[in-house]
């Protein structure tokens, strides 16, 4: 009995026994206590925001929020190498974007926003460039633009475009333009003399600043409390401000400065099929002022990858200028004034983004503006970069596989590795804002319904009216001096021969300030770029 009753009787548990147990009861609370966490912390993230919505449907004109991406700055140094990047995913997105300042596609401007800034530019690019450019800007906080059109922009179809948008002034290089600037007191100056009467760059040069010198005029006019000049393959990149926006970075800028001289990074295309540079390059070269001099020197053979420079083009930026009295231009990349010499400040984060040659058609583009002969002698008088100047001689003299092949060579980044190379040194950098933002725009809509507006505001009628209407200012403005030779019969030889010994009784005339490369290798890097 007592044998059938230590039988009967359980046996203590084996070790290995016990531990499954115990593992086993860990995994089982660790799976009930996971699910309630969660749905805990969703309930509190409701709760306390009133919802959990996405990123881009939280910006409204009441909250200023950033960008995705936009914590830190410049964008994507660190970004670029990380796995977690996924705001690329905005680019699917299909929701319509409200971005901080404005409601709808037509971007109203809240009238209480300040500072108001303008953007002027002198183009003869089409809807598909400036479209993104100018939606861009207006995503970022520009109030208005001042379009000095010719060529593709002046078209009646792509004006009429354009005059729909609400916030800008197109304006057209007629007769009476070309005679209103003729007469412009910047022919009886000094600063600007050196390029006048040359071909081409030097022409058109002298062009923008005549455009500029207008648009201060239009912008105080219309109450603008800054103005930029940019070209349409330029976008600000507003890095370093509280959020990503242009106005909120000439806001915090002190009130006693004049002038804001963005440096600019230049597109380091990876494919010789860009069609769309704003939405496929993500890649730029920095420049000079926001690297460290040893970085700089240090990379240099490497970046400049056996160019004539460190950039293809310009490397000394653009800038924005406080609207005053007395403003003028000093040429198409700083600002000036006639009875001072304006404070300045050079930003360390913010930049120009300059998709320059990011196109293979750029080649050619430039060799159909130019009329030079494609000699190195003959550019010199047309082309005042080198690259430039090597680039239209090979767009004028190459067939198109020897031009392709120099393209891949000169302009395409191709090598893998030491494009990582000199993304870790800090040469090149990925900034994606842009693209995103543009993209966005685009799968939005907001491009087309302009465009729908535009063809719906007016008949089939009044529309070949506008068209035969702007043919035969077409017509006029051929008639008018050719833009190379604006002044010439108002100006003498012996006229600029005076201006020359009369140059020392202007005291703020400082000599315009043109395109300029970036330092060389064996630069006196302790003045300006």
């Not at 959990?52 to 991406?69: A, L, M, N, Q, T």
């Not at 304006?171 to 009467?197: D, M, P, V």
């Amino acid at each position: 009995m007592a044998g059938l009753y230590t039988s009967l009787r359980p046996q203590p548990p084996s070790s290995s026994s016990s531990s499954q147990q115990s593992f086993f009861s860990k995994v089982l609370l660790l799976l009930t206590i996971l699910p309630l966490s969660l749905a805990l912390f969703a309930f509190v993230l409701q709760w306390r925001g009133g919802g959990v919505d996405d990123p881009i449907s939280r910006w409204s004109p009441e909250e200023s929020h950033k960008f995705p991406g936009m914590d830190s700055s410049p964008l994507a140094t660190t970004v670029a190498h990380s796995s977690q990047w996924s705001d690329c995913s905005l680019l699917a997105h299909t929701n319509t974007p409200s971005f901080p300042y404005y409601e709808d596609w037509k971007f109203k401007l809240h009238p209480d926003l300040k500072p108001k800034i303008c953007i002027t530019t002198s183009t003869s690019a089409g809807l598909e460039q400036i479209l993104p450019w100018m939606f861009y800007h207006k995503a970022i906080g520009v109030t208005s633009f001042l379009l000095f059109v010719e060529g593709k922009a002046a078209s009646p179809y792509v004006s009429k475009v354009l005059e729909s948008i609400p916030g800008v002034k197109v304006i057209y290089r007629t007769r009476k333009l070309e005679e209103q600037q003729a007469k412009s007191r910047i022919w009886n100056e000094t600063w600007l003399s050196s390029f006048f009467y040359k071909p081409c760059n030097y022409e058109l040069f002298v062009k923008q600043s005549l455009n500029m010198e207008m648009a201060i005029v239009m912008a105080r006019d219309a109450g603008m409390d800054w103005i930029i000049h940019l070209d349409t393959d330029e976008l600000i990149h507003p890095a370093g401000a509280r959020e990503y926006s242009l106005r909120q970075l000439l806001l915090d800028v002190p009130s006693n400065v004049d002038m804001v001289i963005f440096p600019n990074y230049e597109s380091s295309v990876e494919r010789d099929d860009i069609k769309d540079p704003f939405t496929e390059v993500s890649m730029f070269k920095k420049n000079y002022d926001h690297l460290t001099k040893d970085t700089y020197f240090g990379m240099y053979k490497e970046a400049t990858r056996g160019n004539p420079n460190y950039f293809l083009t310009y490397g000394n930026g653009k800038a924005a200028a406080r609207i005053q009295d007395h403003l003028r231009p000093n040429g198409a990349h700083r600002w000036h004034n006639y009875m001072k010499t304006p404070k300045e400040v050079k930003l360390d984060e913010a930049a120009v983004l300059h998709y320059t040659y990011s196109k293979f058609s750029d080649l050619t583009s430039r060799r159909d503006r130019c009329g030079c002969k494609p000699t190195k002698e003959d550019v010199k008088r047309c082309f005042m970069l080198e690259f430039d100047r090597s680039a239209f001689i090979i767009a004028s003299t190459a067939t198109e596989d020897e031009m392709l092949n120099w393209y891949r060579e000169h302009v395409v980044w191709t090598d893998k590795t030491m494009n990582l190379k000199l993304l870790r040194k800090g040469i090149l950098t990925r900034i994606y804002a842009p693209m995103v933002i543009v993209q966005g725009l685009r799968e939005s809509g907001v491009f087309s319904s302009i465009v729908s507006s535009a063809q719906e505001s007016l008949s089939k009628d009044k529309f070949l009216a506008s068209f035969e209407s702007s043919n035969s200012t077409k017509a006029a403005a051929s008639e008018s001096l050719p833009s190379r030779k604006i002044g010439r019969n108002q100006h003498s030889q012996a006229a600029r021969r005076v201006l020359e010994e009369s140059a020392s009784q202007f005291q703020f005339h400082v000599e315009a300030v043109p395109p300029r490369p970036p330092p060389g290798i064996d630069a006196d890097v302790t003045t300006e770029a």
